[in-house]
């Protein structure tokens, strides 16, 4: 994978994309117990935190098209977790909120789903893991949108 490469950003980057990768395709496996794609788990984990926001609201705080949140709103819709409400000052746009159901799957799919990803980055120290994060946050604020 990293043959001939020797710059040490360029090294991080392969490393990070890689990581990321498989962290993304174990968390997968894991959110099919609760019958959710990792983007359903994300809206879920949104709307628990901040239920009664907008799909434009959403869709920034996913960083994914509105298009996109539609879709998935209407998945999980179908599925009795997430209701639109109407906006009660503004009639051009819905609230969402979790179902009494998708609030029950969040309280359940949450904290294992945090679980499973600490247990991915054990293989690091508590003081490593905390030095990732620095640094990953210090990239990222770095990289200007």
């Known amino acids: 994978m990293t043959a001939g490469v020797q710059q040490p950003g360029v090294l991080a980057w392969l490393y990070m994309m890689r990581v ?26 949104h709307l628990m935190a901040n239920g009664g926001i907008s799909q434009q609201a959403l869709s920034e705080r996913l960083l994914v098209t509105k298009a996109n949140v539609c879709g998935l709103i209407d998945r999980l819709e179908s599925r ?24 029950a799957l969040a309280d359940r799919a949450i904290p294992a789903q945090e679980e499973f990803i600490q247990g991915q980055m054990s293989a690091l120290s508590t003081d490593e893991q905390r030095a990732l994060r620095t640094l990953l946050r210090s990239l990222d604020q770095s990289l200007a949108e």
């Open 20 to 45: 990321a990768s498989k962290i993304h395709h174990h968390s997968m496996h894991h959110l099919a117990q609760y019958d959710l794609t990792l983007a359903q788990f994300d809206v879920l984990a």
């Open 80 to 103: 009795g977790l997430v209701k639109r409400c109407g906006h009660p000052e503004d009639r051009r746009f819905n609230l969402l909120h979790l179902t009494e159901d998708g609030a």
